[in-house]
């Protein structure tokens, strides 16, 4: 099945700094999510991005599926901002199940 | 809308006993999914439903775990008998075609 690596797995920062989280897949994509897992568990879905770049205030993320990758770029990060990013992937073929990858730890300190 | 709903956030049951999670999508979301989450396996898709009907159940471990979907509204996933090994965080989602996904809060699972 198509593989999902993330990196780095581990990013600490400070309040107010920028960061770029990496999502590189194994095979062509249909679908490609990013989500955020807060501290306490939640998981909640940042971009639906097989493609293209989008923007939502202080995020964005950059798709490029030819060269199979895909980024994550968190500016002026804040304490909020910790927790796991994660990517999530389908498979060739466009079925809707998400491979997700093992996530980067963020944590943003004060 | 609430957004994805499950019960119960927690559960605590001995070995053996059946465990039932519950969960209620977002009205108008055609797909429903059910993850379980660990530290050792990450977030690993179980089975996923797309107009009621069950499409994938490959990641279902074993003969023990069943989930049902009998309207589009409602899903359930059982495990009977429980193990300990079943312990983790549940996770449903729902969807739209070529849309992101929305998590209900999760279901965290300890079979003592």
């Known amino acids: 099945g198509i593989q999902v690596e993330q990196s780095p797995p581990d990013l600490i920062l400070q309040e107010g700094a920028n960061s770029t989280l990496r999502c590189n897949f194994s095979?062509?994509?249909?679908?490609l999510q990013w989500f955020h897992q807060n501290p306490w568990g939640q998981l909640i879905n940042l971009f639906y991005?097989?493609?293209g770049t989008k923007q939502n205030g202080r995020l964005s993320a950059t798709t490029v599926a030819t060269e199979r990758y895909s980024l994550l770029y968190i500016s002026s990060s804040q304490t909020t901002d910790s927790g796991v990013y994660f990517c999530a992937v389908d498979g060739r073929g466009g079925s809707e199940k998400l491979v997700f990858g093992k996530g980067t730890k963020l944590t943003v300190n004060p | 809308d609430a957004g994805v709903i499950q019960s119960p956030r927690h559960e605590v049951t001995e070995m053996g006993q059946e465990v039932t999670l519950r969960c209620k999508p977002i009205s108008g979301h055609d797909y429903l999914f059910w993850y379980r989450q660990t530290m050792m396996r990450g977030l690993e898709l179980l089975i996923y439903f797309n107009n009621n009907v069950p499409i994938d159940d490959s990641g279902m471990p074993e003969d023990r775990f069943s989930a049902k979907m009998p309207n589009a509204s409602f899903s359930t996933l059982k495990i009977q008998p429980s193990e300990p090994r079943d312990s983790a965080v549940y996770f449903c989602?729902?969807?739209?075609?070529?849309?992101?996904?929305?998590f209900g809060s999760g279901t965290r699972l300890t079979v003592v």
């Open positions: 989602a729902s969807s739209l075609w070529s849309s992101g996904y929305t």
């Open positions: 095979d062509s994509v249909n679908n």
């Open positions: 991005i097989p493609s």
